[in-house]
């Protein structure tokens, strides 16, 4: 017995050595600095951070304020997000939790008329759609907790981009003349996102300096600018004056929540991964448990293409049953990451025919928007953020005087069960709305750590994400380039509607024949989707290499360490103040 004892910590030794051995002492430290965002200017005002001496997370705040000013129907601080953290140093990771929560005000029917149907739309435009925000509270704690930096430098750059303005491009244009009928019906959202109540023309300067201010406010007394005082008492009159149900406690009582990331294992490879409220970890672990029980190897394009979709399907139909704020509602988290469930789950799966998702289970009667970025600095520290204000600019809605643009993430909640939300998806009672709750995401920021590789990954695309981050992380543990990863074609089911959906030119004619014979409704899409962004570090020879998704305009930079830097612990900055000279 005391032997036993004895020997165990010897054993672990010897086997950590070993791993030591094969691992970590052959890796080399990243001989650069990289970003991946959606905008050029985002990924720039994150590089010109690091120039001036901040790291990985400093370099997030940067980027997430200035998505905020120059892809505004993407994300905001009037909006939430996942920013999943890795610090190099001593391999802590966290996701900080900034998704926004219902009002206090808030209630289980209140997007139901008196007939106990859905009012079409509320949930999606005007101020009653609004979250309460997270994401001024997540800068703030990123920075403080986790950064090097003041955020007055961090956020510095936004702060010029809404004060200077910037040039208006396709995608701008295009969402907002998406968006046109709702940004009209708010006289501040339409002074600030359009010209002569249309979308600006291409190469416009849109300046904001309601927002401008706001940023301003925020970098000089922190997150508490935000949430009490002037900007506070602006936003919930504002909203309360167009039919919202904000209180100044909604805003006093919001909180920046640090949760465990979600880890699955695949193939010998760590995936780090988004927890409740987003969806995303728990889904891809189900997918991934179900694939280790039933591999991938040697099938052709149409029975990979079948497989996948099945397992899809089947994680899917548990995100709409189970899943939900895990502080408000009892979520079975063991059960539904076990592979024995999983294995269970899967063992159903013909693999000559679709298996029809109202077999898979009952809908129960029981009742080029949102933005991804990634990061990683020469010392190891990462990054994968996942933000959004849900919809296209999400309520349209701005309050007069602060430059906030409000969020729609309400309408990811289910608002009455079995209904879809925007983007097809059904819930249960688990994603019912409750006072102070959160909605339930598939937002899912992800790493994948393999014995040669990390990758770090995500994309935009509601409902999409997470089976574009499975095939995404798929292609990674197979060794993939990231160009490959960010451009694929891509494919998804998500349990109901019950159909394959594929981007153009993804299958070929004969794959998508196969799919039909096997019993499957397949959708070609008109048009691509997602909008990924992809950094790998090669651990054995230290080289880094980033990719935006083509489909959109995002820029990906790799930045070696030059001469004129140095790591931190001898901080070296350029001779002129980088930030000042921003977008000049
Ligand atoms: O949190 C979610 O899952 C959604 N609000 C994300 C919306 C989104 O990705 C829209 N992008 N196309």
Known sequence: MRSARYKAPTWSLFVFCLLFAAGVVAARPPASDAIASAHPLATEAGLLVLEAGGNAFDAAVAVSAALAVVEPYSSGIGGGGFWLLHRASDGHQVMVDGRERAPLAAHRDMYLDEHGDVVSRASIDGPLAAGIPGV??????????????????????AIILARDGFPVDAVYRRMAGFRLAALRQSAAASAQFLVGGEPPPLGHRLQQPDLADTLEAIARDGAQAFYTGEVARRMVAGVRAHGGIWSSRDLQQYRVVERVPVVARYRGHRIVSASLPSSGGLVLTQILNMLEAHPLDGLNRADRVHLLAEMMRRGYADRARYLGDSDFVRVPLARLSSRVYARRKASDIDPDQATPS????????EGQDTTHFSILDHEGNRVAATLSVNYPFGACFVAPGTGVLLNDEMDDFSVKPGVANAYGLVGSQANAIEPGKRMLSSMSPTFVEGPDRITILGTPGGSRIITMVLLGLLDAVDGRSVEDIVSRGRFHHQFLPDRIEVEPDALSDEVIAELQFKGHQVRQLNDPYGNMQAIAWDLRSGRISAASDPRAIGASAVVPLSAGRTRPDGVARSASDPVSTFVR
Not at 136 to 157: C, M, N
Request: no cysteine.
């Open 136 to 157: 001024p509270a997540a800068l703030a704690h990123i920075a403080q907790h986790y950064g090097r930096l003041p955020l007055d430098v961090s956020l510095a750059p």
């Open 358 to 365: 109202a077999v898979v289970a009952e809908p129960r009667a």
